[in-house]
């Protein structure tokens, strides 16, 4: 049968019309949110509610039984060693009591012994951490070492001054202790009203009893510490707090402040506990200890603060972590090729709070969907919209 130009005209017009009729029914392409692949700084971290605390704190106890006179002193008030902070009248005391006071000096006195060793060790080590840091400064100076390890040994001279400090401070306590005892046996038979000056130079920090009263041996009364030796402590899920180790960098978050507060990992507690989470979970956590580097003057003891644990930092090929998504396979993103969207496995490594880093799969540059929602499949024909 011979084509004429009408019967070319039908075939061309049924073409058409098939065409625009698979294109109508053709389902819309899904818009999707787009972001490249890229190489850049991550940083993976642990993180945790706590409190602040000061170090070293002392309860200022009763050394004997008797009149607990007024305290004058209140809680935020500056105190030495020459402040007269509790007064007591001491009780009568029998021949038992005596034995006791006699045996708590002897306890007393060895224990100062024991704290002046203590300081004698921890001056050794924070001469030793100096000698160290000095000799990175020259090396780095030299381009030999890098800085990381001159910033690891300036953070352990640090920490090795703050240990010092902590020693001398509780050697004071110590000294003050045996005072007490003395004065305590002093007072035997002569009924002489005791006083008793603050053990170290600090702050009051809370007074358990300010009204006249009659306290018994070892009734605390006043505590006292120094604000600037303000830590925060953390409690850790286990499974976190054993990638956490001394000198690690952390921040102090969400304490009221506007920026966040830079401090190092002095220790983590070599023993967990047991603990029952809000939705009654039990959960075996261990405890994390932060210095900070600098303590504003608005931060106390017992604030409430959340602690944030870098535990890797590097650079790295990373991607969204809502682009990764897992299946029976593995790990997977949505790479664009073209105009479709296809099912990539990948394998991934370090996650960060909101990017996770990819060491194959794709390659830098690489589009990936950002946000795969249910109707993303794998050959969906997408039109993109980028985010970066």
């Given at each position: 049968m011979k084509l004429t130009k009408r019967r070319w005209g039908v075939i061309i017009g049924a073409a058409v019309a098939l065409a625009l009729?698979?294109?109508?029914?053709?389902?819309?392409?899904?818009?999707?949110?787009?972001?490249?692949?890229?190489?850049?700084?991550?940083?993976?971290?642990?993180?945790?509610?706590?409190?602040?605390?000061?170090?070293?704190?002392?309860?200022?106890?009763?050394?004997?039984?008797?009149?607990?006179?007024?305290?004058?002193?209140?809680?935020?008030?500056?105190?030495?060693?020459?402040?007269?902070?509790?007064?007591?009248?001491?009780?009568?005391?029998?021949?038992?009591?005596?034995?006791?006071?006699?045996?708590?000096?002897?306890?007393?006195?060895?224990?100062?012994?024991?704290?002046?060793?203590?300081?004698?060790?921890?001056?050794?080590?924070?001469?030793?951490?100096?000698?160290?840091?000095?000799?990175?400064?020259?090396?780095?100076?030299?381009?030999?070492?890098?800085?990381?390890?001159?910033?690891?040994?300036?953070?352990?001279?640090?920490?090795?001054?703050?240990?010092?400090?902590?020693?001398?401070?509780?050697?004071?306590?110590?000294?003050?202790?045996?005072?007490?005892?003395?004065?305590?046996?002093?007072?035997?038979?002569?009924?002489?009203?005791?006083?008793?000056?603050?053990?170290?130079?600090?702050?009051?920090?809370?007074?358990?009893?300010?009204?006249?009263?009659?306290?018994?041996?070892?009734?605390?009364?006043?505590q006292v510490g120094d604000p600037r030796t303000l830590e925060a402590v953390a409690d850790f899920l286990s499974a976190d707090a054993v990638k956490v180790k001394a000198g690690d960098e952390a921040f102090i978050e969400a304490w009221g402040g506007g920026t966040p507060i830079r401090a190092r990992v002095r220790l983590v507690e070599p023993s967990g506990f047991m603990k029952v989470s809000a939705l009654g979970v039990e959960e075996q956590r261990v405890n994390v200890i932060a210095d900070p580097l600098e303590i504003p003057q608005s931060l106390g003891d017992q604030f409430r603060v959340d602690v944030r644990v870098t535990i890797w930092s590097g650079q790295a090929l990373k991607v969204p972590s809502t682009a990764i998504f897992t299946s029976k396979e593995g790990w997977n993103v949505f790479a664009i090729r073209g105009s479709r969207a296809r099912v990539q496995p990948v394998t991934v490594g370090h996650a960060g709070e909101d990017e996770v880093e990819v060491l194959t799969g794709i390659a830098e540059g690489d589009r990936v969907v950002a946000h795969p929602s249910d109707e993303v499949h794998d050959g969906v024909r997408v039109r993109t919209r980028r985010s970066g």
């Open positions: 009729s698979a294109y109508a029914l053709a389902p819309e392409p899904q818009v999707v949110e787009t972001v490249a692949a890229s190489r850049g700084p991550l940083t993976v971290s642990v993180s945790s509610q706590g409190v602040t605390r000061v170090r070293e704190r002392f309860d200022v106890a009763a050394p004997v039984a008797g009149q607990l006179l007024r305290v004058n002193v209140h809680a935020g008030d500056d105190v030495d060693e020459t402040t007269p902070i509790v007064r007591i009248q001491p009780a009568p005391l029998d021949p038992k009591q005596q034995a006791q006071l006699e045996a708590r000096l002897l306890a007393a006195e060895r224990g100062r012994g024991e704290s002046e060793a203590f300081v004698r060790r921890a001056a050794a080590a924070h001469l030793q951490a100096r000698r160290d840091a000095e000799r990175l400064r020259r090396l780095s100076a030299e381009a030999i070492v890098s800085g990381e390890a001159l910033e690891q040994a300036a953070s352990a001279e640090a920490m090795a001054a703050k240990e010092l400090e902590a020693a001398r401070f509780r050697a004071q306590a110590s000294a003050f202790e045996v005072d007490v005892a003395r004065a305590a046996l002093g007072a035997i038979g002569t009924n002489a009203e005791i006083t008793l000056c603050s053990p170290v130079r600090g702050t009051i920090l809370r007074v358990h009893h300010e009204s006249e009263s009659v306290v018994q041996a070892g009734t605390p009364i006043v």
